[in-house]
């Protein structure tokens, strides 16, 4: 839905189309029903119906493309009730994955009518969401401290601040731009569950279970699966891995083999989905759809297990290993820190971070079959 506003755009419509600015919950203000109603009130039954659409849309297609049609439709008021109805459905079973996987969607579905609207309409949406911008004809003003808060986690490499136009103690970015970086914005705050009190919780956990273990089935981490996994600690990644990581963020190109080797070990070693996906941000190919479908592909093969990391061998026979890989690579490698590497003990990076102190999924399954033919990821190019 095209959306172009001045800034004389009336409060509701704008909290409406934007149900995640603060402030929104005034939309219901005349009738105000409690947390236990919108649970349980079948007057409001249509407003949860949608609420679950939101999520459905979010888990068949994170990327936001697919729209809910029924949304449309609806009044400000169920829109607004849906979308809430939706965070905290997914506060209630304290799933870090799926509340992320949402977060994606319903920010890039809000990113879509940011495109479309006008500067004032982005300063005020900016504004409402704590950023204190500036525009300046067809452009917005951020504060440097700001703009580095949002544009850090995108990675992708026309976001460093080096390349951006800086004066005066703000970076100037254009209105798609900054559309991209209150995307961002958006995907921080829904991404954090809802603290529920304990009665709301329940309710929600007995009413939705069916709906929500369907959901989490769909979404799956981990520990959901198997259980004994760990907190992830990138510091105790081996040199090879924490190599390929820098790469990607420097904006510069991975192997396909590299590419596959990244997912499948920050699976085993406890990433969701999302977390995987963000390594890859900074690819030079980088297309979020395709990389998305490419993470599922490795991470949900084998009821969620996935493909298992290559060894050391494989690793080495592809210049991946820091060790005797890239010659120019091992002057890099920290020989105290990574001495494991250097003693021929290793036979696979995730026993280097076991041995660390990582707790990854407690297996060391053979590598699947047909190296040469693994699941790319990362790009159009992977
Ligand atoms: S020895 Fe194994 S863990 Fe260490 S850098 Fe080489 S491939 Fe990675």
Redesign the pocket.
């Known amino acids: 839905m095209a959306v172009r506003r001045s800034a004389a755009v009336g409060d509701g419509e704008l909290l409406s189309t934007y149900p995640f600015l603060p402030g929104a919950e005034r939309l219901v203000a005349a009738f105000a029903p409690s947390l236990k109603d919108l649970i349980e009130d079948p007057a409001l039954s249509r407003a949860r119906e949608l609420g679950r659409a939101r999520i459905r849309s979010a888990v068949e297609d994170p990327t936001g493309a697919t729209g809910v049609e029924e949304l449309a439709l609806a009044t400000p008021e169920e829109r607004f009730l849906s979308f809430l109805y939706a965070r905290l459905l997914l506060s209630a079973p304290r799933s870090g994955a799926a509340i992320r996987r949402w977060a994606v969607a319903e920010a890039k579905r809000g990113s879509a009518r940011l495109n479309a609207a006008d500067v004032e309409e982005i300063r005020e949406v900016a504004r409402r969401l704590g950023f204190a911008v500036e525009v300046h004809g067809p452009a917005v003003d951020l504060p440097i401290p700001e703009y580095l808060r949002l544009a850090t986690p995108i990675r992708e490499a026309g976001f460093r601040l080096v390349h951006q136009a800086v004066a005066h103690g703000s970076v100037r970015v254009d209105r798609e731009r900054a559309a991209r970086l209150l995307q961002e914005a958006v995907r921080l705050r829904l991404g954090e569950p809802i603290a529920l009190g304990d009665d709301v919780r329940t309710r929600l956990l007995d009413a939705e279970a069916d709906f929500l273990e369907e959901i989490l089935k769909r979404v799956p981490t981990p520990t959901s699966r198997t259980g004994g996994v760990g907190p992830l600690l990138p510091d105790k990644f081996?040199?090879?891995i924490r190599k390929m990581r820098r790469v990607l963020e420097a904006g510069e190109n991975l192997s396909h083999a590299g590419r596959f080797a990244l997912a499948a070990f920050l699976h085993r070693a406890g990433a969701d989905a999302e977390t995987i996906v963000d390594a890859y941000r900074g690819a030079p190919d980088f297309d979020e759809g395709i990389t998305r479908y490419q993470v599922e592909h490795i991470t949900h093969r084998d009821e969620g297990r996935g493909y298992s990391p290559p060894e050391?061998a494989t690793?080495?026979s592809h210049g991946?290993?820091?060790?005797d890989g890239d010659p120019n690579a091992a002057a890099a490698v920290d020989r105290g820190r990574d001495a494991l590497?250097f003693e021929d003990r290793?036979r696979h990076?995730l026993q280097?971070y076991r041995i660390k102190g990582g707790r990854p999924v407690d297996d060391l399954s053979p590598e699947a079959p047909g190296g040469g033919s693994r699941p790319g990821v990362g790009g159009k190019a992977a």
Request: charged share 15%; hydrophobic share 30%.
């Open positions: 081996p040199p090879c050391c690793l080495r991946l290993c820091v060790r590497c290793l990076p280097y």
